[in-house]
């Protein structure tokens, strides 16, 4: 298949956002987080959800900011999933009516317009309290330690303020948490379901088993490009970094919603929502490229193969997702990371 082909024959799920500078969301992302220092060494005695709320913006650009540095460093393996995953999906849909599951793409685009409303809420935020961390103002309007002063800021400053931390956020935290979980994380995995799912229907149609699991291992070579680009440490970030948000959440929501401004209530209550759907339908998601393998594989062994097809099917292994540490994802694995973010919030409450 020549290159001008494919591009033909692209489908609408390869219409992402419009590329962005790197080199603009990772002066973005540094910025963000050496403006938090100077607040922590300058404040003393504080309310816990004060620290905490900081904090948690801290380390959430931390993240996405080592993110886009693994990103940078695998960017050949990360540009050659996307355009694989493009093809297999259009692959997929010449033959048979087969289309991308609705459900786990629909998620994803609630997240990113749910990501671009709090976005905007923020800037609104920092035009109304502009010494709120962690808002860059704070460094240098006349604040008094106070979080609802306005720092003696025109109304011209507060709106170029709201305007730099909206764009802040949307560029260095929405749009790269968006792009790593939808086309990185869930979109192959999307992506390499439908593909069994075709090869399955060759094999309902009496299609030589042989066939059937030659072209299994197209998708097997999909599955090994996303484990590249996936490996350690990328993928235990976006786990840890997805159960750090809930727990924070979470424990805010709980612990101080009667002392948190209606805005940050609001902003930390979204958060949580938008994370336990993350936990239970995103990575649930996850799983269903390995359960359908495994069928696809025993339904190949039940038909009467020669001995060396036999054994050519036992080398055809899962498609399992890495987590790292040696585990991939299952059934019950978004159980398990909801059961230890509430356990950690627990603990965090009981303290």
């Known amino acids: 298949m020549t290159w001008k082909t494919w591009r033909k024959m692209r489908p609408l799920s390869s219409l992402l956002p419009p590329s962005y500078t790197p080199h603009f969301t990772l ?99 920092a035009l109304v309290r502009p010494c709120m961390p962690p808002f860059a103002s704070m460094t240098f309007l006349d604040c008094n330690n106070s979080w609802t002063s306005g720092g003696g800021a025109s109304m011209q400053l507060k ?31 999307v992506v390499e379901e439908m593909w069994i799912n075709a090869v399955e229907m060759e094999l309902e149609n009496c299609a030589s088993v042989y066939s059937a699991a030659i072209k299994y291992r197209i998708v097997q070579s999909v599955s090994n490009l996303q484990e590249s680009v996936l490996r350690k440490p990328f993928m235990s970030m976006i786990i840890g ?65 020669g001995k060396w097809l036999n054994k050519y099917l036992k080398s055809c292994t899962p498609l399992k997702l890495s987590m790292g540490g040696g585990c991939f994802f299952d059934r019950l694995t978004s159980f398990v990371i909801w059961k230890l973010c509430v356990d950690q919030v627990v603990n965090l409450l009981v303290m």
Request: net charge positive.
């Open 159 to 189: 709106i170029a303020i709201a305007f730099y931390e909206g764009l802040t956020v949307w560029s260095s935290l929405i749009i790269a948490v968006s792009i790593g979980l939808v086309g990185l994380v869930v979109y192959p995995v």
């Open 27 to 125: 002066a973005l992302s540094i910025a963000s987080i050496l403006q938090t220092f100077p607040w922590f060494s300058a404040q003393g005695e504080n309310p816990l959800w004060k620290s905490v709320t900081v904090l948690s913006f801290l380390v959430c650009f931390g993240f996405v900011f080592a993110a886009k540095c693994i990103l940078a460093w695998r960017q050949d393996e990360t540009k050659e999933l996307v355009e694989r995953s493009f093809e297999l999906e259009a692959m997929s849909g010449r033959k048979y009516r087969i289309h991308v599951r609705v459900q786990p793409i629909l998620v994803c685009d609630i997240l990113i317009y749910s990501g671009f409303m709090v976005s905007v809420a923020l800037g609104l935020l």
């Open 241 to 305: 970094g997805v159960m750090l948000a809930e727990i924070t959440s979470l424990f805010l929501v709980i612990s101080s919603i009667h002392e948190l401004p209606l805005a940050v209530a609001m902003f930390f209550m979204a958060l949580a929502i938008d994370f336990f759907v993350v936990i239970h339908v995103m990575f649930k998601s996850l799983c269903r490229p390995y359960l359908a393998s495994v069928e696809f594989v025993k339904r190949a062994q039940r038909k009467r193969n």
